[in-house]
Every structure is written in structure tokens, then in C-alpha cells.
């Protein structure tokens, strides 16, 4: 009797990428990568990859906590996942962060945008009404928001965007995210001295792919550096902070993640690197998922090769959301980095058991926390937010002394598309979209259900109304 070439772990619920229709999947492993396999009765066998690190992909499996609830859920259970978004009552994690798209219309017309913003798009801005109307309901679901990232389109290019922010700034969100290209930060000297009024609690999602002209082009229609540059060089000089969002493309930029971090930590203002693996949504062409397609864990991989800062213990899955969120915080104290994360006693991490971070360790790291504890208070603000932005974390203990600015992070943020969707997963995310009409919807479906061109696909799919049957099989 033979063996199957392959382990089976799980069978789960996918998408057809053809018809989006539900169709059974099985998880398998395979000469230590993971797969979705699955068949749909019309369009037939798929085997996509979603992991090439076998042991990591487990290790996420295993890192679980109970999901936290909304304050409110929007919609009912009705015609079964991803199409009864939401927050139905069968999702599973509320918003650690909302995104609030405020226009579509953008300065910008990027090859990779999966919004489908551009110049085309010139005047499609939401009215003050509607967006007040999106705050609220961001509101009404989480109390305090952790995060709220203000997005589009190109939000600065809003004509109400200062009253926006203002708008955003007088409810309970603890920290507020603008979202950008960098454009008019760079073009506009007094644009960075504006927005450095909005801290603490403010911060700047900075458009950040490549410190390479043509992997810029190629990902934005045109070579940015100098613009980005310039833009970071206004933020440094009022120390707001940024995050540099990267997003990878493979064989165009995935070399350049140890570049980058390094040129990251140089930059005073900047607080951490988001990298986001390209998946296929909006405007995205000629994407092919079997050669484009870079998993979590290669990403994860390619950090621990090109950075000599993590090791394999620092670069670990988010427990709210660890399919698709992997995170790495490091110390920046007197020129040094030291690894943060890889110190938190994983227990902690899993069972909130205890609260502290574990640091003795290292000999280094709890000289440096003396060190800190000993040093001037920094204002309690500072503090806080450094714990709110380990939301994802059970609480640790903050140190006196030690403020926003000496953290640096490293984010894998990975989204799914209709290839390598799985329903278990998605009802994890806590990455969401506030839509127009109040919804608020997880990043994934929202891009391949939920945007104004895609309702009338959804209406097929949801069919008459009643619960959806789940198609096809999963196997060769
Ligand atoms: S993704 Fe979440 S909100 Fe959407 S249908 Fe599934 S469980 Fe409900
Ligand atoms: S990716 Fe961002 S900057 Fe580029 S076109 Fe889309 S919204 Fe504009
Ligand atoms: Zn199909």
C-alpha cells in the first residue's frame, strides 16, 4: 500500500478563484511547504501554496487565544462566509485596526493600487457627512478604537482633510494612522510642521517600497526616491512617527528587506517597517499566484537571511491573527538594536499568564532597562502608547523611561486573495474596512466582495438568500 506524498492536516472552506463560489479545501504539507488544495465542480483542481516554511506555518497554527469581541456586531449569519460581512456574529476577532477610505481619487496611479485609486478618479472624494457618519460607526463597534488608519485613495488630497483629522481626533481613538504616498508631505513644507500637531497618538503609514528607481517604477508607475526621501526628511525634522510600509513583489524588491530595515533605523522618526507581500486585488495584472505569490513565511525567511538584527525566536506570529500577522519589536537605545520580542516569555504571549517581559535573559538588554529605569520619566502619554501599540500582546509592563521612540518593529502583514483565501482564517483578521453604509468589513472580503463594482457578483453568489451549500471537493 503506498503512502499519500503528502501529510493532511485540515479541511476548510476556500474559494473557487474562477467563480468565488465556496468550495471545500484540504490543508496539506508537502516537502515542508503547506498548500490549499481544492477542486471546484466548474473550474476544477487548484494546488495553492500558502507557505513555504512547514515548522513556522505550525508553530502559527498553535499560537491561539480567544478572539475579542466587537462591542456590536452589523450583520446577520445568513448566507454563509465571506459574503455576510459584517461583523457578523461568527466573526472572530473585533478591529485591532479599522481603515477609513475618504476619497478614491489619488495623485498616484500605482500598478500594484488594490483600490483601484488614481488620477482617473479625481474628485470621488466622501462627503464631511459620510465620513463622520464612518467615524461614528467605527466608534459604535469598538468604544475605543486601537487604531484608526485614515486611507483612499491619497487621503491628504482630500479638500477637508484637516477637518477630517480633527474629526477623527475628537473621538476615543487611541491612535490615529495617516495612511500615504508621501507626495504632498514632500511637496508642501508646511504639511509636516501641520501634521506634527496631531501628537501623540498620531502617526504617518509612510509609502515606502524600494530604495531602487526601477523596482519603483514598477510597483508605482514612476521612480519616487527622491520624493520619499524628502518626505522623510520633513518628518524627521518634526519627529512624527512613521512607519514605512513596504510592499514586496517577488524577484522586483524582496532583496531589499535588510536594506531597508537598516535604512529605517537610521531614520529618527521612523518607528517600524510594515512589509506586505502583493496579493491579487484591484488593479493588479499578470499576476501569477504560483510564481508571484510570496508567502508569510518566505518574507519571514528573507528577514532572518538579509537582517542580522532577529534570529527565528524574535520574528513571531501575532496571536489575534497569526495566519496572516507576524511581528518582531526590537529596543533602539543609544545607537544600539536589541531584539525585543523573542524575549517575551511565550506563555505570556499565549496564555497572558504573568506580565512582565522576560529579559533576564539577556545581560545586555537588562543593563539597558536599568539604565532606562533610572533615567528621566518620560511623559505618561508616550508610555501608554507604547502598550497600546503592543495591543496585539497581553499586557507587559511598560519601563518608566522608555517612550515611543526607542521602539522599532517589524511587521509581516500578509492579505488574503481569492487564490489562498480560507474561511477559518478570515474570520480571524483584525485588519477591517469601515464601509459607506456602516458596515465594518475584514480587508480581504472587503477587496473581493465589497467594493461598489463587485455587487452584483455578490448578489449572484449569495444566490436566493438562503445558506449556501459548500461545492466541489478537495482532493486530486
Ligand atoms: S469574514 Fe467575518 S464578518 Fe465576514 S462573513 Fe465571515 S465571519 Fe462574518
Ligand atoms: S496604491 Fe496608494 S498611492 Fe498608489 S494609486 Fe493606489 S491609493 Fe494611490
Ligand atoms: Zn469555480
Redesign the pocket.
Known sequence: MADRPYIFHDLTIALCSTCMKRIEAKVIEQDGRVYLTKRCPTHGYQKVLISTDADYWRLSRQTLKPGQMPLKFNTP?QYG????????P??EQHSCLTLLEITDACNLNCPVCYSESGTHRAGQHRSMEQIKFMLDRIVENEGEPDVVQISGGEPTIHPQFWDILDEAKARPIKHLMLNTNGLKIAAEPDFAKRLAAYQPGFEVYLQFDSLNPAALKDLRGEDLLATRLKALEQLNKYNISTTLVVVLKKGLNDNEIGQIIDFALQQPCVRGVTFQPVQQAGRLEHFDPATDRLTLGEVRQQILTQSPIFGPNDIIPVPCHPDCLAMAYALKIDGKTIPLSGLIDPKVLLHGEGNTIVYERSAEMRGELFKLFSTAVSPESSEKNLAQLLCCLPQICVPGGMSYNNIFRVLIMKFMDAYDLD?RS??K?CVHIAHPDGRI??FD?YNLFYRDDKAQMLQQLRGDGRSLPVLGGAGL
Not at 462566509?81 to 457578523?88: K, R
Open positions: 449569519i462566509c465571506p459574503y455576510d460581512c459584517g461583523l457578523c461568527d466573526h474561511v478570515v474570520k483578521t468589513i475584514p472580503p
